[in-house]
């Protein structure tokens, strides 16, 4: 089984180069047009249009039968499902524009209707005295095995115009995918830049029908790009890394199924990329599920070990002094802790060196932590004066108003305010509190 | 010649069942806009039905519908995952998950065809043949067995939503509201990705998933054309799903044999005569449909050529200078500001209709009023020079481009609104440049 992955993988054979050679120029023409597909929020609009071809390769078949020929010409099939793909294209823009559906709808009602015509007629087709009909099975879930040097070829070409005129155009797509309106009122032919588009993705979509079938092709268009997002937000870099993540999965995908004949070729292929996506989704270094989490977790962890410092900091500068079951008391009631969070606060602070006790006395800041504490609240109190001078927010909201801002403030933002407020130098602002609210209980 | 068997009358009846049992969620997802959700969810329940039929090594029908609803809701959930974290559109993350789940579950079934005889093909197009096969005896009655699960899940449908119907109508058309009176609108909207999940799974085996897709959909869509009331939209989405399959059925045996050709599938003919429904209710809808806007497009600009081209015969019976108060046909498009400029074959349609309805008679090029199109005229033009004095005195409108808007608001003022303006100007018997107003 390994020895074999591994022959069809170093492309020991010649129909596998053909092979390989297809399904991966297809996956590289699919990353890179799907890249703007997607941006264009276009995904499902092509969905439609590789199940609206189904009737239009059934109906081309039956036309060649009846004319004589076999029937099996590639080119007469993929002309077939060209027209009716575009007839399908046509007819999700007459719905959404002339009735009251959505879009969403229009597209549903496209490719189920037009799929279940191509069904139909498939349905004439199969029970044809003497018409050869093995080979249209393969348009629904794809079959890679039977592809050819010429349509291997074709693939390869198309997958290089998509190449070339994507580079060529690149600042224009880019423009025109992110900001249409402006692309239009600043004269560029956003029509024409947008029928260019859609050229591109209906022919690999037209093109890749037979590898991996009409269900799937869509994946091939708009998986690679979707995995990609999780890794850039550089255009550029998205386009490269689309393109990458269609060649392996269809590199892989092919390569398996061509061990596991029974497997249709096109969900192996799909597979391979969603396992690509999982990936991506779950450890982009842009947008993954686990950066996210991380990162979210290192916000919140910060922003309790600041809120606890400044607590203490102005339980300390109010000069009141308790024992240590009445200071734990006095913080939580300031910040509105459960036990369980405030203890995870103390343990933190206790364990980064900030704060100590001896046991059954109060909490004391450490050196260290005085000075960080110090610099938090000075922060908060910074903040709360803008907000009250140059932002008019009223006393009683900014101390809400500094909570969410403050443990997001970096230096540079730190060194505007001073600027702002050039009155405090390097000194700690009173609280804007202590006089206005004294009852507040010390929260500002 | 159609040869009806007790195999075409169960078809049909698998067909209605499942269609009926589609139609009533579908009218949900259409009306909510989440219309490619079922088309998604109903390619997603593949690995679900394949890891059943792995495990259980038998086409059981309470495993497979405990996975597909734990399919539906997952799915559901994992478009919003992809949806959130990858900041994609909707479309985009329904796109990534059900080609990917389908891909999946088609090698599943693969690996499940050992244990059990099922092919990919029979997931599109279902084995409607097969039906009558399998029969169980349900309440007394021997059904076969797929009509007996369809059944079913048109009881179970019909039972959930007649139950929470309220909260469905809030939930669909308002979920702000409906947050507000305690109504969950995210619970009903698994609810209805399950009820979706569930109905898939029931009808695939039957009548195949295509027919499934078009069935959620196409009857719903169609339902949104001819009323407006929830109530009537559900009926008419049942009774659209119920009446496609019949007449798929019967064309699906019946019309091949024109062509010289032996019948076809049933369920891709039964889609077909949806779409045929939906485009019938697209062309010939009785508010919606394109003929009848396009009628009431078609009669809105002929009243408004006929009301302009009385108010300019209108204003040429003012002119002292004109001997006959009447105009020619060039006399139309060159007096100052005609609406007819360059516009001569509107000046035709609109002098002829006015000719048949006797407001204007014509002798040798003249065209002049008669009596009652006098009428008619001066109401227009009483209309007209009212909007000019409420824009100039209320709307502190330049004299110069009064005449613009009044000439657009002419045509929509009905007596109520005339009365009105009159009434606000009562002192006044003069337009801003002095003219009587009629």
Known sequence: MITQLLRVLSLADYNTRVVMF????????????????????????????????????????????????????????????????????????????????????????????????????????????????????????????????????LIGIAALVVIVLTAVLFKELRLFTFDPDFAAGDGWPVQRLDLLLMTLVVAVTILGLQAVGIILIIAILIVPPAAARFWTDNLLVMVLLSALIGALGAYFGTGISAIAPRLPAGAVIVTVLGAAFLFSLLFGSSRGVVRAALWSRAVNRNTLRQNLL????????????????????????????????????????????????????????????????????????????????????????????????EHVLGETLVAELEAALPRFGKALPTSVHSLSNADHGGGG | ????????????????????????????????????????????????????????????????????????????????????????????????????????????????????????????????????????????????????VLLVTLIVNLTVITALFKELRLATFDPGLATTLGINATAMHYLLMTLTALTTVAAFEVVGSILVIAMLIVPGATAHLLTRRLLPFLVVSVVVAVMAAFLGHIAAIGIPPWFGFEDTSSSGSMATVLGLLFLLAFLAAPEQGVIARGLNLAGLRLSIVTQDALGLLARAAEDPQNPDAG?????????????????????????????????????????????????????????HRLWERFFYDDGQVELDELHAAADLLEHYTDAGLRNALAERFAGQSTDPRGRRIP
């Open chain 2, 327 to 383: 105009l020619s046909f060039a006399d139309f498009c060159l007096v100052s500001r005609s609406p007819f400029t360059a516009r001569a074959p509107a000046l035709t349609v609109a002098l002829l209709l006015l000719r048949l309805r006797g407001q204007v008679s014509a002798s040798g090029n003249r065209y002049r009023l008669t009596a009652r199109g006098r009428a008619e005229a001066l109401r227009v033009l009483r209309a």
């Open chain 1, 310 to 405: 400044r607590a203490l900091f102005e339980y300390e500068e109010s000069g009141v002094r308790h024992g240590m079951q009445e200071q734990l008391q006095y913080l939580q009631s300031v910040r509105g802790w459960t036990v369980r969070e405030l203890r995870r606060a103390i343990r933190m602070l206790a364990r980064s060196g900030m704060i100590y006790h001896v046991s059954g006395q109060p909490w004391r800041f450490s050196e260290t932590g005085s000075g960080a504490a110090m610099r938090v609240t000075r922060n908060h109190r910074l903040w709360e004066v803008y907000l009250l001078e140059h932002a008019d927010v009223a006393p009683s909201q900014v101390d809400q108003g500094a909570d969410f801002i």
């Open chain 2, 1 to 148: 010649m159609i040869l009806w068997t007790s195999l075409d009358t169960w078809i049909v009846v698998a067909g209605a069942l499942a269609g009926a049992a589609c139609a009533l969620v579908g009218a949900f997802l259409v009306l909510r806009k989440t219309s490619m959700m079922g088309d998604a969810i109903s390619h997603a329940v593949l690995p679900g039905i394949a890891i059943a039929f792995i495990m259980t090594a038998s086409r059981a029908a309470g495993v497979m519908f405990i996975g597909a609803a734990i399919v539906g809701v997952i799915t559901a959930l994992l478009v919003e995952v992809v949806r959130r974290y990858g900041k994609l559109e909707h479309g985009a993350s329904m796109g990534v998950v059900f080609t990917v789940l389908f891909a999946v579950g088609l090698i599943l079934i693969e690996r499940a065809a050992r244990h059990v005889d099922i092919h990919p093909e029979h997931v599109l197009y279902g084995a409607v043949e097969l039906v009558p096969l399998h029969v169980v005896t349900l309440a007394g009655f021997e059904l076969p067995r797929g009509v007996a």
């Open chain 1, 22 to 153: 297809g399904t991966v120029t297809l996956g590289i023409a699919g990353g890179v047009a799907g890249v703007f597909l997607l941006l264009r929020r276009r995904a499902l609009l092509v969905d439609a249009v590789s199940h609206a071809s189904l009737p239009g390769v059934a109906a081309a078949f039956l036309l060649a039968v009846t004319l004589g020929g076999s029937g099996r010409s590639l080119p007469v099939l993929m002309l077939g499902a060209l027209v009716s793909g575009l007839l399908g294209m046509g007819c999700v823009i007459i719905i959404s524009r002339f009735t009251r559906l959505s879009q969403d709808a229009a597209l549903g009602i496209v490719l189920s209707v037009f799929f279940g015509f191509g069904a139909a007629l498939l349905g004439i087709i199969q029970k044809m005295r003497g018409a050869q009909a093995a080979g249209l099975d393969g348009f629904i879930f794809g079959k890679t095995a039977s592809m050819i040097r010429s349509e291997a070829l």
